[in-house]
Structures are given as C-alpha cells and as structure tokens.
C-alpha cells in the first residue's frame, strides 16, 4: 500500500476522498463521451458541418438561463441533494430525447446536440465544484492531475463502450446506457460529499437561504480583481480555440465518413484511443508534472500544443490524420494536465469569492466565449472560399493561441501575487478609525468616549483633536494617572492643571520624563497674577523626586550655567541620601533622562549599588543617557544572567554609534559565549546595515544556540527596515544547511520511531529539532521574500488552519528559485516517501552517537540503554565533531 501511495503521490488518509473524486470523475465523463459520440454521429449524418456554428450561438444563448435556475436552486439547496436532483432531471431528458430521436423528430438532432453540451457543462463543472470542497491547496496540485486522469479514463471507457454498442444496437439506443451509471453517481456523490468536505460551501447558499445569485455582485468581484479578468480571458480565449478546433476536426471527419452508426464509431473509437493514452500519460507523469513545474509551465502546455496541431492542418487541411493530430492535442492535454491547471488558478482565491464566482466564469463566461467563437466562425463561414475555409480558420485559431500564450504570462505572475495576498491578509488587530470618524461628524459624545477608549493611540489623537478645536477643557484630569507613560505625559502637557495637580504628579509618577514635564510646566506657571516660581524653587525641595525632576528640565536648558550646576546638584544628593534608601532606584531612573557627560560618573557608582534594583534601573537608563564611556562596563554585565535582559535594553539605546565594539565582542571566539549569545538580542533593535553583516558573519558560528538568534535577529532587522540588504549567498548556504538538518532529523524520527514516537527523551528532542528547524528555514526565507508575506507564512505554519498552511507551501513553491525549493519544500511540506532515510536502523543509532550535538548523543544512549531496540547494543559515543 505504502508503495501504491508513493506512485500516486498520495499522503496516508487521503486514499478514500481521491478514489471517490477519480470515480466520480470517470463515471461522469463515460455518460458524457457516449452522448457526445452519438450526438456528433446523429447531427453530422442530418447536417453538413458548416451549420455547426448556428449550433455553437444557440448553446450559449440558452446556458444563461440555465446557469439562472441552477444558481437560484444552489442558494436554496444543499449542494449534495443540489447534484442528485440535476442528475435525476438529466436521465428524465435522457429517455425523452430516446423517444423524440426513435420517432425521427426534425429538430431532434439540434435539441440533442445543445443538450448533450449543457448536460457536459453542468456535471463537469459539478466534480470540480466538489474536489475544490474536499481538497485544499496544495492536495489541490498534487491530486488534481490524478483526478483528471478519471475524466481521461472514462473518456475512454465511454468511448469504447459507445464504439463496441453501437454496432449491435445502433446510435440511437446508446443513450439508454446512460441511466444505471448515473443512479451510481448519486449515491457516490452523497457519500462523498458528507463525508469528505472541508468548506462551507455544501452549505446551504453561498450568501444566506433564500437568496438568489449575484449576478452584479460576481461580475464586480470579477471586474475588481486582476487576477479574476485575467482568468476569464484566459478561459474565454481556450474556449474559443477549443470550439474551432472541434469545427476543423468534424469537416474532415464528414469528408471521410459518410454513414450515422460509422461516424458514431468513429467518433467514440477516436475518443477511446486518445483517452487511453493520455489516461497511461497522465498517471505516469501527470501528477508529478504539475507538482514539479507547477503553473507556472503548465499553463503554456497546451496552447504550444494546438500550435504545433493547427500548422500541421493547414499544411494538409482535408487529411483525416492532420485532423486526428489537432484533435488529439487538445483531447489528450486539456482533460488532463491543463484542466487541473486551470482549476488550481481557483484555489487561491477565497472561498466566499470563488462561491459566488466559479459557477458564472465556467456556465456563463466560457460559454458566452463559444457564442463568439460560433458568430466568429459564422463570419469565417461565409467570408472564406468554402474551398479555403479549413486554411483560413486555421490561420486564425494561430493568432488567438498567440494571445492565449500572452494571457496566460500574465496570468502566471498574478497567480503568485494572489497566493502573497492571501496568507498575508490576516485579521488586524483593532486601530484607530478617529480620522474617518471626525471627516464624517465631530461630536461631544465621539471625542469624550476616544478619550476614555483602551487604545493609547484612540486617546492620543483625541487629546491632539480637542486642543486643535479649542476644547483643551475637555481633556480630563484622570488621564495623567492613565496607564499608559505616553498618555500620561501628553496629559501633563495638555490638560488644564493646577500647580498643585503638576506637583503631585511629579512626586507620584513611576515615569521620569512625566515627572520632569509636570515641573517644568508648574516652574512655568503663573498663579493668580504672581510670576512663575522658576526652576529654582523646586530644586530646593524637600521631595527628592521634585528635585530630580527639576534637575532633568536644568540638565535640558541650553545654557552653559545650567549644565555646571548638575554635577553639583548630584553631589550633594548623592552625599545626602542613605545608603538603604529607597529613593536610589528614582535617582537611578531619572539619570537616564540626564545627557551632561558629567552625569556618567554618577552611573558608574550606581552600577555597583549593593541594592540589584538600583542597578537594573541604572543599567537601563544608562542608555536612554547615551554615555558613550558606560559601553566598556555594560558588555560584561549580559554574562550576568541577572542584568542581561536590563542591559540589552540598555545597549539597544545606544544605536549604531557602538556597533564596532558588539562586532569585536560578537567575532571573537575567546569572549565569555553568553556575552556572545546575547549581542544578536541587542542587534535585532538596531537597524542598520552593519547590524545586518555582523549577524550574517553569525550564521555559521560554531554555537548552535548563537546561530539561531542570529537568524531570527535578521528576521527581525527584516521587518524594521526594508531597505537593509542581505546577502544572497550566505543566506541561501544557511538555508541548504538547515533544511538537510531538519530533513535529517525527520527521517530519523521516522525510522526510528514508525508509530510516531514513544514519548522518550530522544523522541521528543526529534520532533522538538524539526519544528526548530522549520521555525529557522521560515525565519532565514524571510530575508529573501517580501517581508509581509515571509511573516504571514512563519505565523501561517504555526497556526491549526490546513488551508493556509497549504497557501504558503504553493507560495513558496512558486516564487523561489530551482534549487532553494527542493530544499526548503520538504521542510515545510514533508511527504511520507521524502521522510524515509536510506540507512538502516543501526546505522542511523551510530550516526546519532557521532552527532556533534551532546544532547543527541546522549539522548540516544539512553534510549538504547533503555532497550527500545533489542538488537543493537550500545557502543561507547565516539568523540568526533563530525557533522552527520
């Protein structure tokens, strides 16, 4: 089974839902091809080909109302019993045409022929309908093909049943056949459907019981997407080919067959024959062409095809083989590899969307296209010599291919750009609608209800909003105790406070920079005619944190008098505080809003406060100071596990300005390696492109643990600044080296574990390996796509949704180039076949007790020691570095 799976390229669980679809598939087209067959024999024996395209117009004219009812029932019925009842009404028109064909009714063979095409379009379109329901994305690409080699199939089988009948019981009686394969194909489609669907769309209407189509609305969708129009001109152009080159194919058809029962044979028998081979084509090759090469290649086979089949009708335009060659093209390919080409082009689009869309685009839009192409051969018809129609209809259908082949570039660049769209289109967390809401009505009740909103960003802009109208009045005093150091701050400077208000503020804020606002504000402050007290008066204030701040607003004015007093003012708080007070951690805080050199000395002391709070403070406002000096003595404190997190904050402040000396740190080997292993967290806030070259030099560090923060240090660089550059090599070898590592790690989870794990120690360090792995590919991809979409695929991969997970791989797939896919896909996508390693178990045990990893080795000694595989005993772990 596991054997049939992998020739199939097949998943374990996917074996039922296939089955069903490739049955339901060839069933459908066996009935399709034996009314065909006799439809053309029945017609061609009446009716000269020429009158085709009178045939080809009535068709598209009726599908319209067809498509009306259909789409109505759909948004009222539940799609299983929507299929089921069709094809109950279908075998009712299958045993009156019977009777109206036995009693030689004239326009029999019109009726006949439009039906048995209306007939077509409605059951095929249904399959489709139903895989898309069953499979998602990238089962989509895999299985589509294999799916499409049962409508080949039972092109086949409909053919040979037509061609073997017809010479026992005529044409007229092959449509009886049809009745017992169609009661099967109600209850297989019940089955299916129930059972297997994963989409919300067998659920009654796509937009609510009750409701009608959307004609409007899908044509506006249609209209509004570039992507969409590209479809339907996609479509349209195939279905006009399609349609000349079936006109073409039945002229030298009736040129060489005269007789009804013959042409019936012949037609069935052709169809029979060209379906057999492309059946054996198609599961031989199929599935793995359009997986391997993907859209972008697929799209552009079938039209060379018809190219290559139209030169060689116009070089011998009555040959029965020329025409044989042009029909067989578009037979053998268009059932096969491009109609699972042009369904995959649906399956990025969302669900709600492709509801509304789908139907119209395959009932309406392709057969409006054989409308023009019946009123364009009509023209052709009457215009051309009949002695030159075959060369000159061939001429043109060459023109049209060169258009389909341009549509269809067009289309392979904004199938990518759509499958980009879709795993980034994500729900965003709440913002700020202010601006929309003040464009549409300004309001008392609006403004006072922003204001008391959760969103700091809500608050902020409404405070500018009221100063801007003039209604400063309305901002509340309650939003200086707000949560938020932002809102606090923009409060103080704003709100209507009195001397009173500004000084409780200083002395209760947590936040130095509001403390040092609320006093220079009060310092500004004229009260009941007196002046302003100035910033003297409240640096001789008994409260140390009025004090302080009065420093910071000092330490900022631009005088030269200003900036000596500092060092003074310090001293003697330093001198006067005790050495246990708690108001250390304040002194500590509010240095960091004090740029004066001379403050670093006061710093330094604090770095070695015997009070750990004190230091963290210190170390963090150290920073936010940018005392150049302090860098030397901040380095060696990341080693401390206690201040490491305080100090990366605290270097992060400094920028760019000490990029060179993380470098030195950061490459030299003979660094303490936590000072090492901390720097790529300090790195990842500096945006700057030599942030960048000293993180990519840390991709091939000897430190496990290192590499990893260097790589989601890049990520993270990634998203500040677009604009940094990365270079290609060295990401793309980190890439190759992760991705064989993580492939590694699966094949041996695999092998050693079948039953997916124990739930040992060496277990667990496996699965734990792999999701780090693809968590490292995902981040490293990130700093070669567009950051938006390397983001939503990272989020995308970790999150329970089968769909999207399935979008990102087929985004993948398609934008990176040859060599890096078939390294990252496997990581991302791993199939049963790529997860077996060649070794054998001992192999594979002795290769983990060489790892260079010591928790592996270790691991996997204790699961041996523990007898989880009785044949192999535990040598001792070799030394060796040796990368496996």
């Not at 839009?365 to 010599?385: C, N, T, Y």
């Not at 929309?436 to 608050?459: C, G, H, I, R």
């Not at 002046?531 to 030269?560: H, I, K, M, T, W």
């Not at 990519?696 to 940094?724: M, Q, V």
Request: glycine share 6%; hydrophobic share 50%; aromatic share 8%.
């Amino acid at each position: 089974m596991n054997r049939l799976r992998a020739f199939l390229n097949l998943e374990r669980g996917e074996e039922t839902p296939v089955f069903l679809l490739f049955s339901y598939l060839t069933l459908i087209l066996t009935c399709y091809m034996i009314t065909k067959a006799a439809r053309d024999g029945i017609f061609l024996y009446k009716f000269s080909p020429m009158l085709l395209p009178y045939v080809y117009i009535g068709i598209a004219v009726l599908i319209g109302f067809v498509v009306v009812v259909y789409l109505r029932l759909a948004a009222r019925v539940d799609q299983a019993w929507l299929i089921s009842g069709s094809l109950l009404f279908f075998i009712t028109n299958i045993l009156l045409l019977w009777w109206a064909v036995r009693l030689d009714w004239k326009p029999a063979p019109w009726i006949f022929y439009v039906w048995t095409s209306i007939f077509g379009i409605v059951v095929t379109t249904q399959v489709w309908t139903v895989a898309n329901n069953v499979l998602d994305l990238r089962q989509a690409k895999r299985i589509f093909a294999l799916v499409s080699s049962g409508g080949i199939l039972g092109g086949a089988v409909g053919g040979l049943i037509a061609a073997r009948l017809v010479k026992s019981i005529g044409t007229d009686n092959l449509l009886l056949t049809l009745v017992p394969i169609l009661l099967l194909v109600i209850s297989l489609v019940q089955f299916l459907i129930r059972r297997y669907s994963i989409s919300e769309a067998t659920n009654r209407g796509a937009s609510g019981a009750g409701e009608g189509p959307d004609f409007r609305g899908a044509a506006r969708l249609i209209l509004g997407a570039r992507f969409l129009k590209l479809i339907v001109g996609l479509l349209a152009l195939s279905a006009i080919v399609t349609l000349i080159v079936d006109f073409q194919f039945k002229i030298v058809a009736k040129e060489a067959i005269q007789g009804k029962d013959q042409l019936t044979a012949f037609f069935a028998s052709f169809s029979s024959y060209m379906a057999g081979g492309a059946f054996l084509l198609q599961v031989l090759a199929g599935s793995r062409i359009v997986e391997r090469v993907g859209v972008r290649v697929t799209l552009f086979i079938l039209p060379i095809a018809l190219m290559f089949g139209t030169v060689t009708l116009i070089a011998f335009p009555l040959a029965l083989w020329a025409g044989g060659v042009l029909k067989g093209s578009d037979y053998a390919l268009r059932y096969s590899i491009d109609r699972a080409t042009t369904e995959l082009l649906y399956v990025p689009v969302s669900q709600s969307v492709k509801t509304q869309i789908k139907a119209i685009i395959d009932m309406i839009v392709q057969r409006l296209a054989d409308g023009l192409g019946g009123f364009l051969l009509l023209g052709l018809v009457w215009v051309l010599p009949k002695a030159r129609v075959q060369e000159g209809v061939g001429v043109f259908n060459l023109c049209l291919l060169a258009v389909w082949l341009w549509v269809a570039w067009q289309v392979r660049k904004e199938y990518v750009a759509t499958i980009r769209a879709r795993i980034t289109d994500r729900p965003d967390l709440p913002k700020s609608t202010i601006r929309t809401v003040f464009d549409n009505q300004l309001s008392v009740a609006t403004l006072k209800s922003m204001l008391a909103s959760p969103d700091d960003e809500v608050v902020l802009y409404a405070m500018e909003t009221a100063v801007a109208l003039g209604r400063q009045n309305w901002i509340p005093h309650q939003l200086t105790a707000h949560h938020s150091a932002r809102v606090r701050l923009k409060a103080t400077e704003l709100a209507l406070l009195t001397e009173e208000e500004l000084l409780d503020r200083a002395k209760v804020d947590s936040n130095s920079t509001v403390r040092a606002s609320a006093v220079l504000r009060a310092s500004k402050l004229a009260v009941s005619g007196r002046a302003p007290r100035g910033l003297d008066y409240f640096l001789q204030s008994p409260d140390v944190r009025v004090r302080l701040a009065a420093l910071v607003a000092l330490s900022r004015e631009g005088n030269g008098q200003g900036k000596c007093r500092v060092r003074q003012l310090l001293d003697g708080l330093f001198s006067e505080l005790e050495p246990n007070s708690f108001e250390w951690k304040t002194v500590a805080e509010t240095l960091g809003e004090i740029s004066n050199p001379e403050a670093a000395e006061f710093h330094l002391r604090l770095f070695h406060h015997e009070n750990p709070a004190v230091r963290r403070a210190a170390i963090l406002s150290a920073g936010k100071a940018g005392h150049r000096e302090l860098v030397p003595f901040l380095i060696p404190l990341l080693a401390d596990p206690r201040f490491a997190a305080d100090v990366r904050v605290g270097l992060r402040d400094y920028g760019p300005r000490i990029l060179g000396t993380l470098s030195d740190m950061f490459k030299d080997p003979t660094v303490d390696i936590e000072i090492r292993r901390n720097i790529p967290l300090v790195l990842a806030y500096i945006a700057h492109q030599e942030s960048v070259e000293i993180l990519l030099d840390g991709l091939f560090d000897y430190d496990a643990l290192l590499r990893y923060r260097a790589i989601r240090a890049l990520a993270k660089l990634r998203l500040l600044d677009a604009d940094l550059r990365f270079d290609v090599v060295k990401v793309t070898l980190r890439i190759r080296e992760e991705s064989e590592m993580t492939t590694w790690h699966r094949q041996v989870l695999s092998a050693l574990y079948p039953q997916d794990g124990t739930g040992d120690l060496l277990s667990q360090l496996l699965k734990e390996k792999i999701e780090r792995g693809k968590d490292r590919v995902l981040r490293l991809l990130a700093l070669l796509l567009p950051p938006n979409a390397a983001v939503a695929s990272l989020l995308a991969m970790t999150e329970d949704d089968r769909l999207r997970r399935a979008a990102v791989a087929e985004f993948l797939d398609n934008v990176l180039p040859g060599k890096l896919r078939d390294y990252v896909l496997p990581v991302i996508e791993p199939k049963s076949q790529s997860s077996k390693s060649k070794q054998s178990v001992s192999e594979i045990l002795e290769a983990c007790l060489r790892n260079p990893d010591p928790i592996l080795r270790e691991c996997t000694a204790d699961a041996i020691a523990r007898g989880r595989w009785p044949e192999y005993s535990c040598p001792a772990p070799a030394a060796s570095s040796r990368k496996v």
